[in-house]
């Protein structure tokens, strides 16, 4: 039996309604309106396409977005500047820097010089550290999107094997650090794992975040798993596919997300949620 799909699309858009009740709720109580700032610096297609899907998002929700486009020769000074400001400006509870960034800006410092108490990406250290401990402030996106389209499976993460491929700070880490504190047995995967197959053939969860194009076969499912799609990798006639063999794994798999209308959806709409618990916070100082 093919595999039932995870309409990330879906989950998405029930989870922005909430969010937008949420805000006007919020705005009718305090007066606040929570509001998010998008940096992108340079030109890339991709990136200006995320913002601006950002964007629309946060209005749709009812959320106040800034947008900031910086040009290619932006120096490093001048984005810390900008972010120093964001960080002061009362109306800002989320601050976002599209990565990646040009080469010649290190991305380290800027995610560093992002408040941790507007770091709504949850790449500061100190988020990162709040995760480690099982306390986080703020959860990086992507992940926290994974964790709710498994959870909405209805299956429990009590108990069972997750493998995990891919070690990014962005997304393999934080999953796994997840998938522990939801009492999983999670193994990390990556490109010096011998017999990765046979490892992620163990797995009742697979998460592939491993950025190449099908590279996870049914070869390497456990019947009825649940495969969790990070990748998003544009072939060579523009198309989009993720890190999955999608096709042969969804006759194996028991739930199974595509690309896209997979994850993608899901990253901004976390962003929306943590951008508004972030809000909350500043309300109660």
Known sequence: MAAQIIDGKALAQQLRIDIAKDVSEFNERTGIRPGLAAVLVGGDPASAIYVRNKKIACEKAGLYPEEYKLPEATTQGELLTLIHKLNADPKIHGILVQLPLPKHIDSKPILEAVSQHKDADGFHPYNVGRLVEGEPVFTPCTPKGVIHMIESTGQSITGKRAVVIGRSNIVGKPVALLLMHRHATVTVCHSRTQDLPAVCREADIVVAAIGRTQFVTSEMIKEGAIVIDVGINRREDGSLAGDVDFEPVKEKAGWI?????????????????????????????
């Not at 959806?265 to 109660?284: D, G, H, W, Y």
């Open 257 to 285: 997300t595509p690309v896209p209308g997979g994850v993608g959806p899901m990253t901004i709409a976390m962003l929306l949620q943590n951008t508004v618990e972030s809000a909350k916070r500043f309300a109660k100082q």
